[in-house]
Structure formats: structure tokens, C-alpha cells
């Protein structure tokens, strides 16, 4: 299991923005496909997007399309989610993933390595 490193989340007002950035530790994350997924209080963990290895693919979620935005360093080794117009309802903890093939990223699944997850909480 490959080691991942959530920050960046906090506490936000209704229409504000945070970055989460999703770093790597003793692996090249360059090679992996990237993932943010969400998991609130009572439901169960949702994909939000996902990145290639070389950033070409992306998926995004309907519930933030427009919203949020998936990048990717591949020289620092870093995958980030910026979030902009957060609402109430994207308050949940927040995972970072790293997949081996594109296809975990079109099914949202297979996903077999995970950050400990940081918290986001958008509340007035």
C-alpha cells in the first residue's frame, strides 16, 4: 500500500474556496492514477474526480462539476482539488487515492491506496 498525505482542508463560508493537496511518501505518484473521494456524516464515501497519470483524463462529479477542479504537479509529486462555491453540502472528510489503470477513474473504483483523510467544513 502506497502512503498518501491529505492538507489544506478546513472551515469555509458558503461560496468560498479551499485546495486540497495530496501528497506522496516513498513512492512516484507521477506513474498512479489520482483521486479525491468524500465521505459525510451517515453516507457512504462518493467519488468526486480523478486525474491520468499524465493529467489527460479527467472525471469529474455532477454534484461539483463547475465547481471543483483536479490538477496535478507531476514534478512535486502532488495531486490537488481546488474547490470554489463550496456549499453546505460538500461538508465531509476528504480522501486522496492512487490507482494502477485509467479505468479505476472512469468506475471511480479500485482505488487501492488512501490518505487519512482531512476535514471540510462549509458552514456560515
Known amino acids: 500500500q502506497l502512503q498518501l498525505v491529505e492538507s489544506g482542508g478546513g472551515l469555509v463560508q458558503p461560496g468560498g474556496s479551499l485546495r486540497l493537496s495530496c501528497a506522496s511518501s516513498g513512492f512516484i505518484l507521477n506513474g498512479y492514477v489520482g483521486g479525491w473521494f468524500r465521505q459525510a456524516p451517515g453516507k457512504e464515501r462518493e467519488g468526486v474526480s480523478c486525474?491520468?497519470?499524465?493529467?489527460?483524463?479527467?472525471k469529474v462529479a455532477e454534484s461539483v462539476k463547475g465547481r471543483f477542479t483536479i490538477s496535478r504537479d507531476n514534478a512535486n509529486n502532488t495531486v490537488y482539488l481546488q474547490m470554489n462555491n463550496l456549499k453546505p453540502e460538500d461538508t465531509a472528510v476528504y480522501y486522496c487515492a492512487a490507482a494502477k489503470l485509467i479505468s479505476n477513474c472512469v468506475d471511480f473504483a479500485g482505488f487501492d491506496s488512501w490518505g487519512q483523510g482531512t476535514q471540510v467544513t462549509v458552514s456560515p
Open positions: 486525474i491520468s497519470s499524465s493529467g489527460g483524463y479527467q
